[in-house]
């Protein structure tokens, strides 16, 4: 059983680009979470997704947005890209009615922005 | 609002000694609290979590942490570091819904053969 997987793993961008990165749940999982890991900090909750919208969102401008697809599979979009986006992107994915909050993290894609 | 504080950025012990890693936490409401390490170039990986019942819960590889909830703290200990021990530690506090996670800024873990 194949964990959560995000693609792609390194990416680099220019200022004012935009950017997309992919995430796929652990199998039976509905729900999808988005996280920005700076260096040297800790995770910071971007948005979580159910049902294919957006069900809460942490303190992140709307440059910042996602979708999920009917697979529960996940897109989190950056525009405008600056250069304090730099960071590891992690997406995280739990079970329906997971009230013990448990979630399982993919490996990450590292984002640099020059 | 919800927040941890995890004091020490970085914490060395050698190889055999205790580990201790301390997290406190602001809830408004009863927590739920987690533990993750991270390994270099990796994701998290969750090694224990308090939600109801027992204080002192146990985790993978020989960790174990208490909930005091006077303290507000869930510190997380080993009897016995390994080298393998060597990582990023991360508190987390989540609400009863489990919709969002406030993660700490972490604890460094150096093992000194």
């Known amino acids: 059983d194949a964990g959560v997987t995000q693609s792609p793993t390194h990416l680099i961008k220019t200022r004012g680009q935009q950017v997309t990165l992919r995430c796929s749940p652990k199998?039976?999982?509905?729900?999808v979470s988005w996280y920005q890991q700076a260096l040297g900090q800790g995770p910071q909750f971007i948005f979580q997704?159910?049902?294919?919208?957006?069900?809460q969102r942490g303190n992140f401008p709307d440059r910042f947005s996602g979708h999920q697809f009917p697979n529960y599979s996940s897109e989190l979009n950056v525009n405008a890209l600056l250069l304090g986006d730099s960071a590891l992107y992690l997406c995280?994915?739990?079970?329906?009615?997971?009230?013990?909050?448990?979630?399982?993290f993919g490996p990450g894609t590292r984002l640099t922005v020059t | 609002a919800q927040s941890v504080t995890q004091l020490g950025s970085h914490v060395s012990v050698s190889e055999g000694a205790l580990v201790l890693l301390r997290c406190n936490y602001s809830?408004?409401?009863?927590?739920?609290l987690f533990w993750y390490v991270q390994y270099p170039n990796q994701g998290l990986q969750l090694l224990l979590k308090?939600?109801?019942?027992?204080?002192l819960v146990k985790g993978i590889n020989g960790f174990e942490a208490e909930f005091k909830k006077s303290e507000t703290s869930f510190h997380l200990t080993k009897p016995s570091a390994h080298m393998s021990d060597a990582a990023e530690y991360f508190c987390?506090?989540?609400?009863?819904?489990?919709?969002?996670?406030?993660f700490g800024t972490g604890t460094s873990l150096t093992v000194i053969p």
């Open positions: 995280a994915s739990s079970p329906t009615g997971s009230f013990l909050g448990e979630q399982y």
């Open positions: 199998s039976g999982h509905d729900t």
């Open positions: 997704y159910y049902e294919e919208e957006e069900r």
């Open positions: 809830s408004s409401v009863p927590p739920y």
């Open positions: 308090y939600t109801t019942g027992a204080t």
């Open positions: 987390a506090v989540s609400e009863n819904t489990g919709n969002q996670f406030y």
